[in-house]
């Protein structure tokens, strides 16, 4: 069987996504100590911040899958690095000059948010491309466990950047990332063909084809319905966090660091065992698995008060999602591109990320107006009861009959 290490470009590959998401963990913690400390946000106006940086997802996700699917998809990846890498650059110059506010930062964010959109909807297709079938598990997991990795390490290091440079400067090391990703990528060698301009129909319809292949899938359907489910009930968790952690627990910025390091290491430890999941157990039974103890994880987090179990409470949440979301999530990224033809594949991660994305900027804001109208531990057992419905709700679904077997299917009739 062949391995990882000797598929040409992988290994690039690999490093180019690492790198990017170290980059990544620095400065969405930066971000985040920006807006609720350095700007003095919110709880609302955090939510709003999260919300411009996936709102494109839902705004035009649908569209970014047809487009990515005329397109070769590496020199996609590479103009949406390096417009990152300038596109970030310019918030520590904005902080710089006094021209960064709450509205600035929702703007540059959703702008980043924009070409983030383009740039995943064009790497999640392009692996199928790198990797042989019999790898793409392996493949995901690999990716995944780097971003684990950096997860892990990421946080730490932001928290002593953030107190040495600050919070602004602190985003620079992520523009550094992505311009180090977009250079690493131009080396990769793939087969990564010109996509036939004469099978081109009208965009709207092309744009229907890739949603009905989603929603009317057999297991597909209720694998993206249940995912935007969760992410939408994750952020609501996710974003009150910050300001509940911060202003409730008390457990500072470095306690934050800690909590985004178990996280990251959780991660590491459910990448490092989802090939092996996926060879003992069949595909629905991974996921639906992942998923419950994923939604179950955040019982601790709702559960903390102040004192001196608080950062082990919460970072005990944030270990235990972590890392049942890295176990399944490979698994079932591998699975969609198994079932689904090259043509639809840029349709197909796109729609359902733009989806998923689109419930992190609904839940981001909604996760704020809770906390600031009702209460912190209210908004978080709101999440909580959610994520868990949802994990139900794909346990009695087609789902649980999935197979890593499973090949290209007709659609069900609609």
Sequence with gaps: MPRLVDVPGYARFWTASAVSAFGSQVSGLALQILTAVTLSASATEVGLVNAARWAPYLLFGLVAGVLVDRCRRKPVMVAMDLGRAALLGAIPLLYALDRLDIATLCACVFAFGVLCLFFDAANHSYVPRLVPRELLNAGYARVGQADAVAGSTGPLIAGVLIKLLGAPVAVLVDAASYLASGLLLTSVRAHDPVPDRGARRSLLRELREGVDWVYRHRTLA???????????????????????????????????????????LGGVLGGAFSGRAAKRFDVGATLIAGRLVAAVGWLPLVLAHRGP????????????????ISLESPVEMSYRQAVTPDRLRGRMNATIRSFNWGMVAIGAPLGGLLADHVGYRFALSVGLTGAVLQALALAVSRTRDARATDDHEPLVPA
């Design 222 to 264: 209720s694998i993206a319905l249940t995912s935007h489910l969760m992410l939408l009930f994750n952020t609501v968790v996710s974003t009150v966090f910050v300001v509940f952690a911060l202003r409730d627990l008390r457990i500072g910025d470095f306690g934050l660091g800690v909590t985004y390091a178990c996280a990251g």
């Design 309 to 324: 179990w608080a950062l082990v409470s919460v970072s005990a949440a944030f270990f235990v999602v972590s890392a049942a």
